[in-house]
């Protein structure tokens, strides 16, 4: 049964810091693993997708990157600015099962 | 193209009522998946719909919960009898894909929830 685990469970950093968002999941056998933001009270944002052969996807101050054989993901964020403040969601589809989720990071960026 | 609509965005509902949680999949979608939220936790799978199929329903409570996507109008995820327990936020992804096809390829897009409240 995969199982997705986020460290930290919360975190707090102040304004233009880089940081790291970390996701581990049990079974590697895992067909892709998506990156999500959800803010309080909302949906869920899509940030990156990144397919089982990629290594890692860019988008803007973000960067996924996959290491499929060791079951990890990290989220980079550079420069971090008080807007990116939310909570971060790790997903991964494997297998017959639909997208299993982390309880993902609390992020708050201080002025 | 509007995205992946749910309503009610927010539904109060009092211990032993029914609530219905709407879901209406992006425009050329015809696969639905509903997720639980409970307050500081992931997101739970429940169940995945095609077009008037249940294709998995493993995540169900065996109780009081039911799902349908019609073959007209949106997806309805129905709870009876709702206990303070089922207070969560209930979000709905769509896709144009099947399963199979869906692992290889495509990210998921997500509804803005329901958030139900059981008093």
């Known amino acids: 049964k995969q199982e997705v685990t986020q460290i930290p469970a919360a975190l707090s950093v102040p304004e233009g810091e880089n940081l790291v968002l970390n996701c581990s999941f049990t079974?590697?056998?895992?067909?892709?693993l998506q990156w999500f933001r959800q803010d309080p009270g909302k949906g869920l944002t899509s940030l990156l997708l990144?397919?089982?052969?990629?290594r890692e996807q860019t988008s803007g101050r973000l960067n996924a990157s996959l290491d499929k054989s060791s079951g990890r993901s990290t989220l980079y964020i550079a420069a971090s600015q008080p807007g990116d403040s939310a909570t971060y969601l790790c997903?991964?589809?494997?297998?017959?099962?639909?997208?299993?989720f982390g309880k993902g990071t609390r992020l708050s960026v201080i002025a | 193209n509007a995205g992946v609509m749910q309503n009610p965005r927010h539904l109060v509902r009092r211990r032993g009522q029914e609530a219905r949680l709407r879901c209406s999949p992006m425009?050329?979608?015809?696969?639905v998946y509903w997720y639980r939220q409970l307050p500081e936790e992931g997101l739970k799978f429940m169940v995945y719909?095609?077009?008037?199929?249940?294709?998995?329903e493993s995540g169900m409570p065996k109780e009081r919960f039911s799902a349908e996507f019609p073959k007209e109008g949106p997806s309805i995820l129905r709870i009876q009898q709702v206990v303070r327990g089922d207070s969560a936020a209930y979000f709905c992804?769509?896709?144009?894909?099947?399963?199979?096809?869906?692992?290889?390829?495509?990210?998921?897009?997500f509804g803005q929830g329901t958030r139900l409240t059981v008093v």
């Open positions: 992804a769509s896709s144009p894909l099947s399963g199979a096809a869906r692992r290889m390829n495509t990210e998921a897009f």
């Open positions: 079974d590697s056998a895992i067909y892709n």
């Open positions: 990144i397919q089982s052969s990629q």
């Open positions: 997903a991964v589809s494997s297998g017959n099962t639909p997208l299993v």
């Open positions: 425009k050329g979608h015809s696969h």
């Open positions: 719909l095609q077009k008037e199929n249940i294709i998995d």
